[in-house]
Nanobody
Framework: VQLQASGGGLVQAGGSLRLSCAAS????????MGWFRQAPGKEREFVAL???????YYGDSVKGRFTISRDNAKNTVYLQMNSLKPEDTAVYFC????????????????WGQGTQVTVSS
């Protein structure tokens, strides 16, 4: 599976961004997909995941502000980010896995290249 993340950019606090992650290379509908982020000097942090049956989990820091969704026909997963805060600034990565899903990076077999999100105060 090849993953291509896009949609990052610079936004003011309180603003919104929508990230996209396009998957190619194998059957997308059988994968679970996740979003992670990593700020400088910090560990990679779980943001959200969605299974092929659309079971969804969010990290505590983004609950109520971020929404993950997927379009299996387009082989794409999205992350709608609202009410952005400066502490959301990070490189955002999409990832894919199969089988037992989880919130930790080792559950994921494939990773995109990351897209930078910067939130100014």
């Amino acid at each position: 599976v090849q993953l291509q993340a896009s949609g990052g950019g610079l936004v003011q606090a309180g603003g919104s961004l929508r990230l996209s992650c396009a998957a190619s290379g194998r059957s997308f509908s059988t994968e679970y997909m996740g979003w992670f982020r990593q700020a400088p000097g910090k560990e990679r942090e779980f943001v959200a995941l969605i299974t092929f049956s659309r079971i969804i989990y969010y990290g505590d820091s983004v609950k109520g502000r971020f929404t993950i969704s997927r379009d299996n026909a387009k082989n794409t997963v999205y992350l709608q980010m609202n009410s952005l805060k400066p502490e959301d600034t990070a490189v955002y990565f999409c990832a894919a896995g199969k089988g037992n899903y989880g919130r930790a990076p080792p559950f994921y077999d494939y990773w995109g290249q990351g897209t930078q999100v910067t939130v100014s105060s």
